[in-house]
């Protein structure tokens, strides 16, 4: 009889796991926080979500701002600018330069396209470093996938946590001290979880 109570219970253990990892939102996020892991990257990615990931990522890196487009633009003034002489070699030299793409908003997915090409190209750091103090030394060479990391990397991987801090809560507001304050039971939550 306890063996199929067991069977029976894990069963149903089974078919709520099945149904919190079969939903497409938190596979999203989770091959999202994988792919900005550096120990991980793309590894345990699905080979079917890859170019779905490599475009989410993308978009949301198109949407950010880095540092350098946030700064505004000086120019210098046309009285203190000295005027040159231009040859006709300079012409063709700059017009050699403009030749890739003028649009704005091509140039920066371009650049993004490339952020991410050569962070997934950089093979997976060591499974002993710490993905956010990887991130911090990175923070120059990839600004808008470190931004993305900060943001994806924070989730805490399990619900345990606040989990404890209800079950504390529970124990401190019992019948008998149902009259406290919302106040006052922050602050001694905060002490138990805290000394």
């Known amino acids: ?14 078919g709520i796991w099945r149904k919190k990892i079969n939903d497409q939102k938190t596979q999203d996020l989770l091959d999202i926080a994988t792919t900005l892991d550096p120990r991980f990257k793309m590894t345990y990615v699905n080979e079917d979500n890859k170019t779905a990931v490599q475009n989410k990522l993308q978009d949301e890196m ?84 470190s931004s993305l990391a900060r943001k994806y990397l924070c989730i805490p991987a399990t619900s345990s946590p606040s989990e404890r801090v209800f079950s504390t809560g529970g124990n401190i507001v019992s019948c008998r001290r149902s009259a406290l304050k919302p106040q006052n039971v922050d602050r001694l939550v905060f002490l138990a979880k805290n000394l």
């Open 62 to 145: 198109s949407k950010l701002k880095t540092v350098e487009e946030s700064l505004p633009i000086t120019t210098s003034s046309s009285s203190s600018a000295k005027k040159t002489r231009k040859t006709l070699g300079s012409f063709f030299k700059a017009a050699q330069s403009n030749t890739g793409p003028t649009d704005p908003a091509s140039q920066q997915q371009q650049s993004v396209s490339m952020e991410l090409q050569s962070y997934l190209f950089l093979s997976n750091a060591d499974s002993e470093v710490d993905p956010l103090v990887w991130w911090k030394a990175h923070k120059e060479q990839y600004p808008r996938l």
């Open 1 to 14: 009889m306890n063996l199929t109570l067991f069977a029976q219970s894990n069963q149903r253990l089974w």
